[in-house]
């Protein structure tokens, strides 16, 4: 998924200092929030998966993904290191 972000940002030269990356992100992750409550009504039913929720799933995606491009992060890596890190902590926890 990262190679057809970067892709994509280079072939439309999308490139931008990692500071304005992460700010996109975190602007796109409370986009995400806003549909996530728009789809619950404020936490007061079940999320039902909008148009708007998709989209702003995808927008804050892409901007995870092109973060992780310009910090030279591979996703795949830093989701093994982080479910080995819950794995022990978790294992943590079931002991007596």
Same mark, same amino acid.
């Given at each position: 998924?990262?190679?057809?972000?970067?892709?994509?940002?280079?072939?439309? &030269?999308? +490139?931008?200092?990692?500071?304005?990356?992460?700010?996109?992100?975190?602007?796109?992750?409370?986009?995400? &929030?806003?549909?996530?409550?728009?789809?619950?009504?404020?936490?007061?039913?079940?999320?039902?998966?909008?148009?708007?929720?998709? +989209? +702003?799933?995808?927008?804050?995606?892409?901007?995870?993904?092109?973060?992780?491009?310009?910090?030279?992060?591979?996703?795949?890596?830093?989701?093994?290191?982080?479910?080995?890190?819950? =794995?022990?902590?978790?294992?943590?926890? =079931?002991?007596?």
């Amino acid at each position: 998924m990262q190679d057809k972000v970067s892709a994509f940002i280079h072939e439309f &030269g999308l +490139e931008t200092d990692i500071q304005s990356r992460f700010i996109d992100f975190v602007a796109e992750t409370g986009e995400l &929030g806003k549909a996530v409550l728009m789809s619950t009504d404020y936490g007061m039913r079940k999320a039902v998966i909008t148009d708007e929720l998709l +989209e +702003e799933a995808g927008d804050t995606l892409f901007a995870l993904l092109a973060l992780f491009s310009d910090l030279s992060l591979n996703e795949e890596e830093v989701l093994e290191d982080v479910l080995k890190r819950y =794995r022990s902590r978790m294992e943590q926890l =079931r002991q007596p």
